[in-house]
């Protein structure tokens, strides 16, 4: 399998603690996956505060953690979103603003620098020109051995024009005409959520984009206001292996919950290793069996129509405090991650991990 995978930290709430992050490191490195991407939302200073200077002791910790990530044999990314830099003249002091983020992420030897446009408002007169221009000003001046781009419309999805205004004649193939061919570019698919994907869809998207779209999978994601009360743990379908000839990269945006977030993970890389044979129940097991233990699993199989298909407002109070007793015995347990994947059961159960929709329009 010579499919690139990776992590994707781009949801929105709570992001991961620095511990998670270096625990990821040495998963991703020991299940052969290739890199991780810095790219939480709830990190202002990757979004409207790009403008601002790094607090130092947050530079130092991802100084450390992109340090991690190059020993564990892991590519280091960051998702750098500098909000709506296109919507003023790219003056010499936004330029000067791009160099000092530019320079703090050469210092950092990011691997994969991610130039985030998504999420912005798109319907305005020359906005692929405007971002191109912007775009290749970056990659002439970063030391990142990738550079890939997230469009303000990276997907088929209607929601997108609902959200950021109508999408200019022609967007994604003037981009594809006029990015650097080094540059590579994001892409979820027919929908921002897509439940499948075919050779098909991703050759047509690579026609319009003018290269094989970057895989940004938001799968097993549970950030809003809405997804947040489902945990998505079912193994990945409709993502073959044969996907990989069609795609630069395959990256997961994960759950709030790193520690089953793993379970998720670990099925797309047997989805692309077994090929026709995969099988999404014997994936779950095996993975569930790996992340947590046999009995634990055995509780996972058992309720993922309540964590999946109820979600927190379909679960009666008596139900969710029945799941509590069942997981709670666990969180002591050191083997594997049980214990944590254990406490974050518990606590997406009492509320922990909800997200407001207030929350989403602050990051």
Not at 8 to 34: C, M, N, V
Request: aromatic share 12%; charged share 25%.
């Amino acid at each position: 399998m010579n499919t690139q995978l990776g992590v994707i930290e781009g949801f929105y709430g709570e992001p991961w603690s620095w511990g998670q992050r270096t625990d990821y490191a040495g998963f991703l490195r020991k299940h052969g996956f290739s890199f991780y991407i810095y790219a939480p939302k709830g990190d202002p200073y990757l979004r409207r505060k790009w403008r601002e200077a790094y607090p130092k002791a947050i530079e130092e910790k991802l100084a450390k953690l992109a340090g991690q990530c190059h020993s564990a044999g892991i590519e280091f990314g960051v998702g750098f979103s500098p909000h709506e830099v296109y919507l003023s003249d790219f003056s010499l002091e936004t330029k000067k603003f791009l160099q000092a983020r530019l320079d703090l992420f050469n210092r950092l030897r990011v691997n994969k620098l991610c130039i985030l446009m998504d999420d912005m408002k798109g319907d305005i007169p020359n906005l692929a020109e405007k971002q191109v221009e912007i775009v290749n000003w970056m990659a002439a001046r970063t030391s990142a051995k990738q550079i890939v781009f997230c469009p303000t419309y990276y997907s088929d999805d209607p929601v997108l024009e609902k959200l950021f205004g109508k999408m200019p004649e022609g967007y994604l193939g003037k981009l594809g005409k006029a990015l650097d061919p080094k540059v590579s570019m994001f892409w979820t698919g027919e929908l921002v959520c897509s439940k499948a994907y075919t050779p098909e869809h991703l050759k047509g998207a690579a026609e319009r984009l003018g290269r094989k779209p970057f895989l940004w999978d938001n799968y097993p994601v549970n950030d809003g206001a809405r997804m947040c009360k489902f945990l998505h743990l079912r193994a990945v379908t409709g993502r073959p292996g044969a996907l990989g000839e069609h795609l630069a990269a395959h990256a997961v945006n994960p759950m709030n919950q790193a520690t089953l977030s793993k379970i998720v993970l670990l099925t797309l890389k047997a989805s692309y290793e077994k090929g026709a044979a995969y099988d999404p129940d014997k994936a779950f097991r095996k993975a569930a069996d790996m992340v947590t233990c046999r009995d634990m699993a055995d509780l996972l199989v058992r309720d993922l129509p309540a964590f999946m298909d109820k979600g927190l407002e379909g679960l009666t109070e008596a139900e969710k405090l029945t799941l509590k007793e069942d997981y709670s015995p666990f969180i002591e347990e050191r083997e594997n991650d049980t214990g944590q994947a254990a406490r974050e059961i518990v606590d997406w159960l009492s509320g922990r991990y909800n997200i407001t929709k207030e929350q989403v329009q602050a990051q």
